[in-house]
């Protein structure tokens, strides 16, 4: 089977324009998919982690997933970032240290991600933050990152990767997984039959967890959200039919055309932001006049 690809960038269109991979290929069985990138004129790195979402379920079903007619600056990009290593290329040097390289990660690699995090998000144009921020901010990202291990059962592990964009004051760090996806999570946890919108909402709502016991959850989502408000940045979750952005000036959330198959959160921090930023239990409130 040939499918093509066209542009795919950071927004409901791009994430639609995987999950449509997903819609025309779910049902295949030892047989080839051509992703064909002839019409696709720009390709953001950090969308290589969604996409492996979908080629990671088909190459669970033996399929041989190829791609083709890859733009030459495109090619580099993948190659620079690591991803075309797992079709065989080669990686080539990241000279302008722009990218965070894709990886995959096992389910239980929590320490490995943050050494991934402590190594690559540095000299990425990421805002001054206090040092006790700082431990929190990747935290905060670590916790999304243990929520995919937690609750995916995803049989391929999880999919990261991020590239800072210089020109367009953006940094996008992307985590993914070909997993059972919230709206599966949420039924079990409520007993209700909820739709995936709906199950968005419920997830991201203060305080709601679908983890029992003694682990914490739905904090990391709060700080990162108080962040992006603040850094007029974005931060967007997509979850099978699910969309939800939430930026400083918006909250959305709408049905996506095609089903994701998995989960995927997109955190987009604006680079060209001087302020600097620290906990407010940081403040000593005798300095303040």
């Known amino acids: 089977m040939?499918?093509?690809?066209?542009?795919?960038?950071?927004?409901m269109s791009g994430f639609n324009s995987i999950a449509e991979v997903f819609r025309n290929t779910k049902y295949l069985l030892f047989d080839s998919v051509d992703l064909d990138f002839s019409d696709c004129?720009?390709?953001?790195?950090?969308m290589a982690a969604p996409?492996?979402?979908v080629i990671a379920r088909l190459r669970n079903e033996l399929n041989d997933v190829n791609l083709l007619n890859t733009p030459?600056?495109?090619?580099?990009i993948l190659k620079r970032?690591?991803?075309?290593?797992?079709?065989?290329?080669?990686?080539?040097?990241?000279?302008?240290?722009t990218t965070l390289p894709f990886k995959i990660f096992k389910l239980n690699a929590d320490e490995q991600f943050s050494e991934y995090l402590d190594y690559y998000m540095k000299g990425k144009g990421i805002p001054r933050m206090s040092d006790v921020l700082t431990k929190r901010f990747r935290?905060?990202?670590?916790?999304?990152?243990?929520n995919a291990t937690f609750h995916s059962k995803s049989k391929s592990g999880i999919f990261v990767c991020g590239q800072f964009y210089p020109t367009k004051h953006r940094l996008d760090f992307t985590i993914s997984d070909a997993g059972i996806g919230i709206r599966e999570n949420v039924r079990n946890f409520t007993g209700r039959k909820i739709n995936s919108v709906n199950a968005l909402k419920w997830a991201v709502m203060e305080g709601h967890t679908t983890k029992t016991g003694n682990l914490p959850g739905g904090l990391g989502l709060k700080l990162l959200k108080d962040f992006i408000k603040l850094n007029r940045g974005k931060l967007q979750i997509i979850s099978r039919f699910g969309y939800y952005e939430f930026t400083a000036s918006n909250e959305l959330y709408q049905k996506m055309d095609n089903d994701f198959?998995?989960?995927?959160v997109n955190i987009e921090i604006n680079t060209e932001d001087t302020s600097s930023y620290r906990l407010s239990s940081e403040i000593d409130h005798n300095d303040i006049f």
């Open 139 to 146: 935290q905060s990202l670590l916790e999304i990152f243990i």
């Open 2 to 11: 040939k499918l093509n690809m066209g542009t795919i960038r950071s927004d």
């Open 81 to 97: 970032n690591r991803f075309l290593t797992l079709f065989g290329d080669n990686a080539i040097p990241d000279t302008n240290q």
């Open 261 to 264: 198959p998995g989960t995927c």
């Open 41 to 46: 004129s720009f390709f953001e790195a950090n």
């Open 72 to 76: 030459r600056k495109i090619r580099e």
């Open 51 to 53: 996409l492996y979402s």
